[in-house]
């Protein structure tokens, strides 16, 4: 069975501090996906990113980063110099090797995030 | 960019009503997904289909039915609601198995 663990259930910090998201998988799969979404408090859902289980190079997008690390299977985001804009929720998820056509999202129960001004 | 179109936006209904939810994927993906999170919760996946085929299924009400249409857009039918159905439904869709999957703004259905 497939799992996400985001241990942080809420975070808070002032405005231009780093942040990092913790994100812990569970999987039996070989080949698998993981991504992270933002959901701000309007609740559409944004697709941030998407790793396959055979790429562990780090990502860098503008203020965002992620470290895929398989021998800890997680997958860790950093937002450096928070703004207020990045409050929201955010949700690590999981995928394997698609079914039929299709590839499930297993969520993980979400990190709430507030940057204060 | 097109994105994901669902329909009505918000819905409210009364227990034991029926309700029907419609997605249109951005055009030329072949695969959607449908997820529901409640109130607090992460999004729980539903059912998806390919090319028009269900491929997968989820922990989906018997009370729930789904289907993909000739055009590529989905409809949730919802019967016999119940309070516990109150809840954000998103209707995602992808290009080929292997592709990130985007999102809709999603339909918040409210049960009375």
């Known amino acids: 069975a497939q799992k996400v663990t985001q241990a942080q259930t809420e975070i808070s910090v002032v405005e231009k501090e780093d942040v990092t998201l913790d994100c812990v998988y569970e999987?039996?799969?070989?080949?698998?996906?993981l991504f992270w979404y933002k959901q701000p408090p309007s609740g559409e859902l944004v697709f941030l990113i998407r790793?396959?289980?055979?790429?562990?190079q780090n990502e860098i997008s503008g203020r965002y980063s992620w470290n895929f690390q398989k021998s800890t299977s997680s997958f860790n985001f950093t937002i450096t110099a928070s703004q207020v804009v990045d409050s929201a929720v955010y949700f690590c998820?999981?995928?394997?090797?698609?079914?039929?056509?299709?590839?499930?999202?297993?969520f993980g129960k979400g990190t709430k995030l507030t940057v204060n001004p | 960019a097109a994105g994901v179109i669902q329909s009505p936006r918000h819905l409210i209904k009364e227990k034991r009503e029926t309700a029907t939810l419609k997605c249109y994927p951005i055009?030329?993906?072949?695969?959607v997904y449908w997820y529901q999170q409640g109130p607090g919760q992460d999004p729980q996946f539903l059912i998806s289909?390919?090319?028009?085929?269900?491929?997968d299924k989820g922990s989906i009400p018997d009370r729930f039915s789904a289907q993909q249409f000739s055009d590529y857009h989905s409809e949730l039918n919802m019967s016999s609601l119940e309070l516990g159905d109150s809840a954000l439904y998103f209707c995602?869709?992808?290009?080929?198995?292997?592709?990130?999957?985007?999102f809709g703004d999603g339909t918040r259905l409210s049960i009375l």
């Open positions: 995602a869709s992808s290009l080929e198995s292997n592709q990130p999957q985007h």
């Open positions: 999987t039996r799969d070989t080949t698998y996906y």
């Open positions: 790793r396959n289980s055979f790429d562990e």
């Open positions: 998820a999981l995928s394997g090797p698609a079914q039929g056509g299709s590839e499930k999202l297993v």
């Open positions: 055009p030329r993906h072949d695969t």
């Open positions: 289909f390919y090319e028009k085929m269900q491929s």
